[in-house]
C-alpha cells in the first residue's frame, strides 16, 4: 500500500516545439503560452481554460450547482446483510467519508473540490493514503492537470496501471499506483479519463465570454446620448480633438449617464438610438445559458433561468434533475469507491452509498400522504416515519409495531387450498375468520 505522494520520483516530463527569433519571455509563441497557461484561443477571441471558463456566470453556476449538491448529500458505508443492510459507523471508509478525509478538509469541501475538477478537466483525482494495517486512513483531492496516466504490461500477466503526478512548482515528481489513486470521471474515450467540458465546450464558452465584454464595454462607453453631433462648419483636427475630449469628459461613463448636454457654435445632436447588433446581443446572451445548461445536462432553472419554469412544473424539474444528471456521478463515486476502497474480505460485503432522500422529498403535504399508505400496508411504522422525518422514535416501543387492514390475510400460493380451521365464517372461501384474525 502506498503512503502519499513523496517518496516515488521520476524524470520531469519534457516536450520540445521549435521556436521562432520572435519568441520570448515577452512575446512567447503559442505553444509557450499553452504550456504555462493551458486553453486554447476561440472565434470569438477569447481565451478559454478551465481556469478561465469559470469566470463565465453560467457555467460556474452549473458547475457550482452539480459539486454542491452531490457533495452535500450523506455518504454512508453499509454492511450487508442476509436481508438488508446496516451502517457500518465502525469501518474505517465510514468515517473518511462521513466525518473526516483528511486533517483540513470537511468531507463537503473534498468532495465538491473534486467533482468540480471532474466536470471543468473532465476527470477529478483522489490520493488515497492508506496505514500500515491496510485501513484507508486520508484522502487528498490531486491537481487533475499535474496527472497523467501511463498503461503498461511488463510480462505475460495483467496490465497495469499507474500515474504520473508532476508539479513543478513545488517540486514533486512520483509515480502513484493504482491503489492511491481514486479517479472520478465522466464520458470518456478510453474508460479512465473523461472529455473535458472545457475544451470540448471551448468556443460556447468563448462566446458567451465575448458577449460579456462586449456588454460591458457597451455600458461602459454608451453612458452616451446615442447620437452624433453635427456642427455647421469644418472643424478643424485641433478643434476636433478638443470637442470629443469634452464631450467624452462630460458624458463618458454610467456616473456620468444622463447628463444634459450644453451646444455651442450652432452644435446639433442627432440621435440614432441603439443599433440593432447591440440589442440583438441581449437575447444571444440568453441563448448562452440554455447552451451551457445543454453541455452539463442540467436543467435551465439550476443556473438561474426560470422562463419555462411554474409552479406546477418546477417539483418535477427537480426530480429529473436528480435523475438525469446527479444520478450518473452519484453513481460513478460510488462504484469507485467500492472498487478502490474495500479490499481483501471487505469486498462485496461492505459498500458505500449516496443517501439521496433528502433531494427527493415532496412537499409535506405529498409525503405524509406517502407514509399513510405506507402505514396502511403495513411496509412503514410509526418509527420507521419519525426516522425519514429525522426524529427520535416514540417513547416506550409503541413506534415499533406494524399495522394492517384487518380484512386482509396472507395470499395463497398457487393451487394452494384454503385451511378448514382459518375459514371464515363470514365469506366463505376465504381465511379473514370475518375480520378475528
Given at each position: 500500500?502506498?503512503?502519499?505522494?513523496?517518496?516515488?520520483?521520476?524524470?520531469?516530463?519534457?516536450?520540445?516545439?521549435?521556436?521562432?527569433?520572435?519568441?520570448?519571455?515577452?512575446?512567447?509563441?503559442?505553444?509557450?503560452?499553452?504550456?504555462?497557461?493551458?486553453?486554447?484561443?476561440?472565434?470569438?477571441?477569447?481565451?478559454?481554460?478551465?481556469?478561465?471558463?469559470?469566470?463565465?456566470?453560467?457555467?460556474?453556476?452549473?458547475?457550482?450547482?452539480?459539486?454542491?449538491?452531490?457533495?452535500?448529500?450523506?455518504?454512508?458505508?453499509?454492511?450487508?446483510?442476509?436481508?438488508?443492510?446496516?451502517?457500518?459507523?465502525?469501518?474505517?471508509?465510514?468515517?473518511?467519508?462521513?466525518?473526516?478525509?483528511?486533517?483540513?478538509?470537511?468531507?463537503?469541501?473534498?468532495?465538491?473540490?473534486?467533482?468540480?475538477?471532474?466536470?471543468?478537466?473532465?476527470?477529478?483525482?483522489?490520493?488515497?493514503?492508506?496505514?500500515?494495517?491496510?485501513?484507508?486512513?486520508?484522502?487528498?483531492?490531486?491537481?487533475?492537470?499535474?496527472?497523467?496516466?501511463?498503461?503498461?504490461?511488463?510480462?505475460?500477466?495483467?496490465?497495469?496501471?499507474?500515474?504520473?503526478?508532476?508539479?513543478?512548482?513545488?517540486?514533486?515528481?512520483?509515480?502513484?499506483?493504482?491503489?492511491?489513486?481514486?479517479?472520478?470521471?465522466?464520458?470518456?474515450?478510453?474508460?479512465?479519463?473523461?472529455?473535458?467540458?472545457?475544451?470540448?465546450?471551448?468556443?460556447?464558452?468563448?462566446?458567451?465570454?465575448?458577449?460579456?465584454?462586449?456588454?460591458s464595454a457597451l455600458f461602459g462607453n454608451g453612458a452616451r446620448p446615442g447620437g452624433v453631433?453635427?456642427?455647421?462648419?469644418?472643424?478643424?483636427?485641433?478643434?476636433?480633438?478638443?470637442?470629443?475630449?469634452?464631450?467624452?469628459?462630460?458624458?463618458?461613463?454610467?456616473?456620468?449617464?444622463?447628463?444634459?448636454?450644453?451646444?455651442?457654435?450652432?452644435?446639433?445632436?442627432?440621435?440614432i438610438g441603439m443599433p440593432p447588433e447591440d440589442a440583438q446581443f441581449l437575447e444571444t446572451?440568453?441563448?448562452?445559458?440554455?447552451?451551457?445548461?445543454?453541455?452539463?445536462?442540467?436543467?435551465?432553472?439550476?443556473?438561474?433561468?426560470?422562463?419555462?419554469?411554474?409552479?406546477?412544473?418546477?417539483?418535477?424539474?427537480?426530480?429529473?434533475?436528480?435523475?438525469?444528471?446527479?444520478?450518473?456521478?452519484?453513481?460513478?463515486?460510488?462504484?469507485?469507491?467500492?472498487?478502490?476502497?474495500?479490499?481483501?474480505?471487505?469486498?462485496?460485503?461492505?459498500?458505500?452509498?449516496?443517501?439521496?432522500?433528502?433531494?427527493?422529498?415532496?412537499?409535506?403535504?405529498?409525503?405524509?400522504?406517502?407514509?399513510?399508505?405506507?402505514?396502511?400496508?403495513?411496509?412503514?411504522?410509526?418509527?420507521?416515519?419519525?426516522?425519514?422525518?429525522?426524529?427520535?422514535?416514540?417513547?416506550?416501543?409503541?413506534?415499533?409495531?406494524?399495522?394492517?387492514?384487518?380484512?386482509?390475510?396472507?395470499?395463497?400460493?398457487?393451487?394452494?387450498?384454503?385451511?378448514?380451521?382459518?375459514?371464515?365464517?363470514?365469506?366463505?372461501?376465504?381465511?379473514?375468520?370475518?375480520?378475528?384474525?
Amino acid at each position: 500500500m502506498g503512503g502519499g505522494l513523496i517518496g516515488r520520483t521520476v524524470a520531469t516530463p519534457g516536450r520540445r516545439a521549435s521556436t521562432g527569433p520572435s519568441s520570448g519571455v515577452a512575446t512567447p509563441e503559442k505553444w509557450v503560452e499553452e504550456w504555462f497557461a493551458g486553453g486554447a484561443s476561440t472565434a470569438a477571441g477569447v481565451w478559454v481554460s478551465e481556469e478561465t471558463a469559470l469566470h463565465y456566470g453560467p457555467f460556474f453556476a452549473g458547475v457550482n450547482a452539480i459539486s454542491t449538491d452531490l457533495a452535500k448529500l450523506p455518504y454512508l458505508v453499509y454492511e450487508r446483510l442476509d436481508r438488508g443492510k446496516r451502517r457500518a459507523r465502525e469501518h474505517p471508509v465510514y468515517r473518511v467519508l462521513h466525518d473526516e478525509p483528511n486533517p483540513l478538509m470537511p468531507p463537503i469541501a473534498l468532495r465538491r473540490t473534486v467533482q468540480a475538477h471532474a466536470l471543468t478537466w473532465g476527470t477529478g483525482y483522489l490520493n488515497v493514503v492508506w496505514n500500515n494495517r491496510g485501513d484507508v486512513l486520508e484522502l487528498w483531492p490531486l491537481r487533475p492537470d499535474r496527472m497523467t496516466p501511463e498503461i503498461k504490461r511488463t510480462g505475460p500477466g495483467p496490465m497495469t496501471l499507474t500515474w504520473r503526478y508532476v508539479d513543478d512548482v513545488n517540486g514533486i515528481y512520483t509515480r502513484l499506483y493504482a491503489d492511491e489513486v481514486l479517479p472520478i470521471g465522466g464520458l470518456g474515450y478510453d474508460g479512465i479519463r473523461g472529455y473535458s467540458v472545457v475544451a470540448m465546450a471551448r468556443q460556447s464558452i468563448g462566446l458567451g465570454m465575448a458577449l460579456e465584454r462586449y456588454g460591458s464595454a457597451l455600458f461602459g462607453n454608451g453612458a452616451r446620448p446615442g447620437g452624433v453631433l453635427k456642427h455647421p462648419k469644418k472643424l478643424s483636427p485641433e478643434g476636433h480633438r478638443r470637442l470629443q475630449a469634452d464631450w467624452d469628459n462630460l458624458h463618458r461613463g454610467l456616473d456620468r449617464a444622463q447628463r444634459v448636454a450644453i451646444l455651442e457654435e450652432g452644435l446639433e445632436w442627432e440621435s440614432i438610438g441603439m443599433p440593432p447588433e447591440d440589442a440583438q446581443f441581449l437575447e444571444t446572451r440568453k441563448l448562452q445559458v440554455n447552451e451551457m445548461a445543454r453541455w452539463l445536462r442540467l436543467p435551465p432553472h439550476k443556473i438561474g433561468d426560470l422562463e419555462r419554469s411554474t409552479n406546477n412544473n418546477i417539483e418535477h424539474q427537480a426530480m429529473e434533475y436528480v435523475a438525469d444528471t446527479l444520478m450518473g456521478w452519484l453513481i460513478t463515486w460510488d462504484q469507485m469507491i467500492n472498487m478502490r476502497l474495500f479490499v481483501g474480505p471487505d469486498r462485496g460485503r461492505y459498500f458505500a452509498e449516496h443517501l439521496v432522500d433528502a433531494l427527493l422529498r415532496a412537499d409535506i403535504k405529498t409525503r405524509y400522504e406517502a407514509y399513510n399508505l405506507g402505514r396502511q400496508m403495513g411496509v412503514l411504522n410509526g418509527d420507521d416515519i419519525r426516522e425519514r422525518e429525522n426524529e427520535n422514535p416514540l417513547p416506550g416501543g409503541v413506534g415499533e409495531t406494524y399495522w394492517m387492514p384487518l380484512n386482509m390475510g396472507p395470499a395463497l400460493a398457487p393451487g394452494q387450498q384454503p385451511d378448514p380451521e382459518r375459514a371464515c365464517p363470514v365469506h366463505p372461501g376465504c381465511t379473514c375468520q370475518g375480520g378475528r384474525s
